[in-house]
């Protein structure tokens, strides 16, 4: 299961991250400091797995990839939920409409969180 995952540590010039990047609870500029401290080497496949090739992808277990709709990270988790889809992948994709980032985190989207939380819940106990 992941939450708004970070497919490509590094400024990836997608629509959220450019509608999103600033007043939704993650801001660009602190992503690429995030990103920045994190590693010097953001193309690794290691560290941005939209890096990876799709004979390593097509590997990855049963997949449940939550994003939130108002995020700069919307585009890469639907990325490759598409992409796992496409080489074979059992990929669940879930988009909350009019959620922010850190909504599994950090309290005042209630019904997103609970929904997700319920989602994942069921999403585990099926494997």
Partial sequence: VLFYPVT???EDNS?????Y????GLD???MGVFNNAYTADVHNALVSPAEAPDSVLAKLPPTMIVSAERDI????GRELA???SDIGV???YNLFPGAVHLFITVAGQSKAFNDA???SSDFIKRR
């Avoid at 990047?21 to 939704?24: D, P, R, T, V």
């Avoid at 990270?73 to 890469?76: A, F, G, N, R, S």
């Fill in 117 to 119: 939380v319920k989602l």
């Fill in 15 to 19: 629509e959220s991250w450019a509608q």
């Fill in 82 to 84: 598409c992409r796992l």
């Fill in 21 to 24: 990047g600033c007043g939704y």
């Fill in 73 to 76: 990270l919307c585009d890469q």
């Fill in 28 to 30: 660009s500029d602190l």
């Fill in 90 to 92: 059992d990929v669940s």
């Fill in 8 to 10: 490509r540590a590094y």
